[in-house]
Antibody, heavy 122, light 111 residues
């Protein structure tokens, strides 16, 4: 069965960076894009960007350009999301999500990781 | 960027049908058949329940259905059950940044 297992809770100070990992199993990791979505407490969902595990290509929402890096290890079937220059507004649960379609992330996301809470506080 | 527009809350009695709307523009909902819907119970990750406007993933109850008219997509839940009480989010592809946009979410209360 498909699973996305994320790394644990993070607490960071403003200005620091955080890296969240997402280990995939139960399917061919390189065949489906991984996207990242975040959700602040009591708020809605916000899409951050996508990464192709096949070739490492990425696409980021302009809001996060320059601060976010998405990468992968194909040998470990693991995706990573690093967010730098953290501020209090980045406090949220971060989800990695698998694209439903091998070619198009835009069709939807059929599997979600359990979420990684990230708190940014001095 | 503005989120797609959803009602903040809807409610219904068990057995009834309810509909949640999701309004965007011709650059997103109205321009592409890439609308998906997600159900999120408290403390849980969202779950895909509709994609490509009206398709259901395997294992999702046929009580959930989706449709679109112009710039507005809709999710209908028929035969409302207590377990349907959750937050619901629409999502659409758009031809500008960000290329994936979510709605603000709708809290469904089963009375």
């Amino acid at each position: 069965q498909v699973q996305l297992v994320q790394s644990g809770t993070e607490v960071k100070k403003p200005g620091a960076s955080v890296r969240v990992s997402c280990k995939a199993s139960g399917y061919t990791f390189t065949n489906y894009d991984i996207n990242w979505v975040r959700q602040a407490t009591g708020q809605g969902l916000e899409w951050m960007g996508w990464m192709s595990p096949k070739n490492g290509n990425t696409g980021y929402a302009q809001k996060f350009q320059g601060r976010v890096t998405m990468a992968r290890s194909t040998s470990e079937s693991t995706a990573y999301m690093e967010l730098s220059s953290l501020r209090s507004e980045d406090t949220a649960v971060y989800y990695c999500v698998k694209a439903l379609d091998p070619s198009l992330s835009r069709r939807g996301f059929d599997f979600w990781g359990q979420g990684t809470p990230v708190t940014v506080s001095s | 960027q503005s989120a797609l527009t959803q009602p903040a809350s809807v409610s219904g009695s068990p057995g009834q049908s309810i509909t949640i709307s999701c309004t965007g523009t011709s650059s997103d909902v109205g321009g592409y058949n890439y609308v998906s819907w997600y159900q999120q119970h408290p403390g849980k990750a969202p779950k895909l329940i509709i994609y490509d406007v009206s398709k259901r993933p395997s294992g999702v109850s046929d009580r959930f259905s989706g449709s679109k008219s112009g710039n507005t997509a809709s999710l209908t839940i028929s035969g409302l059950q207590a377990e349907d009480e959750a937050d619901y989010y629409c999502c659409s592809y758009r031809n500008s940044d960000p290329s994936i946009l979510f709605g603000g979410g709708t809290k469904l209360t089963a009375l």
